[in-house]
T-cell receptor
Framework: EAGVAQSPRYKIIEKRQSVAFWCNPISGHATLYWYQQILGQGPKLLIQFQNNGVVDDSQLPKDRFSAERLKGVDSTLKIQPAKLEDSAVYLC??????????????FGPGTRLTVL | GDSVTQMEGPVTLSEEAFLTINCTYTATGYPSLFWYVQYPGEGLQLLLKATKADDKGSNKGFEATYRKETTSFHLEKGSVQVSDSAVYFCALSDPTDSWGKLQFGAGTQVVVTP
């Protein structure tokens, strides 16, 4: 079974530029998560989708971050404009979505973003 | 709000030594508890989980028991190998708070030397 795919793996941009990350979850997984992992910290949830609807975006900086999940499968996360403090690894995860609090979340390899 | 506290690293130990990583949590409900591992250059992988009090999760020689009375979920392994060098994250999912989002601790780096 294929795992969660993410691209690109690495991205370097100047501040105020825009960037987009792509995620393809495990087939059949209804729930998709985007986490931000700053160096030396644990991942922090940015946004969660159940199928193609947003169920939690309370920690998403909506003035600069946006995300969508078209047709309930792939998802993109965009930052515009980027700030220095956005330098982090962006992790995508997916789960079956049947018993969400006990479900195992499967993580992709992440995209390491460096903002100069 | 919910939170997870785990011991700071790095933890450095010799091969075949006993490993313990402490994890305590604060939650309003009865959370599910997880240990994830991140090997160098790789994504997070589930190591083990427990979904109710007194459950013991185990995998690859690692064990952790869900202790509601002490709000703890300490990770243990009796004899570590060099290949266990990684960052370990304790996490919880609170069914009363969210749709299953994970609240992570800061991570504990483990370095095993030959």
């Amino acid at each position: 079974e294929a795992g969660v795919a993410q691209s690109p793996r690495y991205k370097i941009i100047e501040k105020r530029q825009s960037v987009a990350f792509w995620c393809n979850p495990i087939s059949g997984h209804a729930t998709l998560y985007w986490y931000q992992q700053i160096l030396g910290q644990g991942p922090k949830l940015l946004i969660q989708f159940q199928n193609n609807g947003v169920v939690d975006d309370s920690q998403l900086p909506k003035d600069r971050f946006s995300a969508e999940r078209l047709k309930g499968v792939d998802s993109t996360l965009k930052i515009q404009p980027a700030k220095l403090e956005d330098s982090a690894v962006y992790l995508c995860a997916s789960s079956l979505g049947r018993q969400t609090s006990t479900d195992t979340q499967y993580f992709g390899p992440g995209t390491r973003l460096t903002v100069l | 709000g919910d939170s997870v506290t785990q011991m700071e690293g790095p933890v450095t130990l010799s091969e075949e030594a006993f490993l313990t990583i402490n994890c305590t949590y604060t939650a309003t409900g009865y959370p599910s508890l997880f240990w994830y591992v991140q090997y160098p250059g790789e994504g997070l992988q589930l190591l083990l989980k427990a979904t109710k009090a007194d459950d013991k999760g185990s995998n690859k020689g690692f064990e952790a028991t869900y202790r509601k009375e002490t709000t703890s979920f300490h990770l243990e392994k009796g004899s570590v190998q060099v290949s266990d060098s990684a960052v370990y994250f304790c996490a919880l999912s609170d069914p009363t708070d969210s749709w299953g989002k994970l609240q992570f601790g800061a991570g504990t780096q483990v370095v095993v030397t030959p």
